[in-house]
């Protein structure tokens, strides 16, 4: 038997990284852990106050996340992270080879919309157009999926399954 993925969900603010990621787990039968929970208070505090994260900012986020999946391989796991840029999810492959992403992808009009009836997070809608400006998608060299965020959520993890089911199994 093979040993399970290690998952990065990733994509911009309001695709549902905190919604898929947990049923994702769940199907996987692998514990999730919730990117914004390594952020740093004052990360938290920055995009509070709507201003966009800066690189600087994000790497001792990224080591953090990178260590739990480093500490998941060989055993998986599901973990959510933006993951926007290229160069971010090269440093959580440096932590954590194996991982693959489920990059959540959608139409801005949609997502916009999604964003506006959430309660209680810090991320604003106005910060939407800077998570669209910074996103790099998956390229061909990267293991990972796209998974449209239409539907229900329960449609897109089934969606997200099938399409891991696709790649290859993971080194140990």
Avoid: C
Wanted: net charge negative; aromatic share 6%; proline share 8%.
């Amino acid at each position: 038997m093979s040993a399970p993925h290690v998952v990065v969900v990733m994509g911009v603010a309001g695709t549902g990284k905190t919604t898929i990621g947990p049923l994702l787990a769940a199907r996987l039968g692998v514990p999730y852990a919730e990117g914004d929970d390594f952020h740093p208070p004052a990360n938290i505090a920055k995009m509070s106050a709507g201003v966009p994260l800066d690189d600087d900012d994000r790497w001792p986020w990224l080591d953090a996340i990178g260590t739990w999946a480093h500490g998941r391989a060989g055993l998986g796991g599901v973990v959510s992270s933006s993951a926007l840029k290229r160069s971010y999810r090269d440093r959580l492959r440096a932590a954590a080879p194996g991982v693959v992403f489920v990059h959540l992808t959608g139409d801005r009009a949609l997502i916009e919309d999604r964003m506006s009836h959430r309660q209680g997070h810090f991320m604003p809608t106005a910060l939407l157009d800077s998570q669209f400006a910074t996103l790099q998608p998956l390229q061909a060299d990267e293991a990972g999926v796209a998974v449209d965020v239409i539907g229900s959520p329960e449609e897109i993890t089934e969606r997200a399954v099938r399409a891991l089911s696709t790649l290859p199994e993971p080194t140990p």
